[in-house]
């Protein structure tokens, strides 16, 4: 099993950066990948970041493109999603996941955090 532990969220100004982490802990495979999710009031769950254990390549949703960066620290076994230039639009509950790294499901989902940008 693994779980996923959030941190890192709280209230910024437009143009701000925020860095978001999520610690993963009990058994974990290289194979994993580990992604970044988001979810404002009344719209759906949306793609943020992805990046896998082994390699440090990463896909970003078109929404967060240069501005966000998705990084890992697999001896804390940790994942980073640093954010820049923030706008009034990626205020949502970010939540991290681990899963697959063949497969687009995720099998382990982090409680979430709040990110709040002002305007």
């Known amino acids: 099993q693994v779980q996923l532990v959030e941190s890192g969220g709280g209230l910024v100004q437009a143009g701000g950066s925020l860095r978001l982490s999520c610690v993963a802990s009990?058994?974990?495979?290289?194979?994993?990948?580990m992604a970044w999710f988001r979810q404002a009031p009344g719209k759906e769950r949306e793609f943020v970041a992805r990046i896998t254990w082994s390699r440090d390549s990463a896909i970003y949703g078109d929404s967060v493109k240069g501005r966000f960066t998705i990084s890992r620290d697999n001896a804390k076994n940790t994942v980073y999603l640093q954010m820049n230039s923030l706008k009034a639009e990626d205020t949502a509950v970010y939540y991290c996941a681990a899963g697959p790294a063949l497969l687009s499901t995720y099998d382990y989902w982090g409680q979430g955090t709040q990110v709040t940008v002002s305007s």
């Open positions: 009990g058994r974990t495979f290289s194979m994993y990948a």
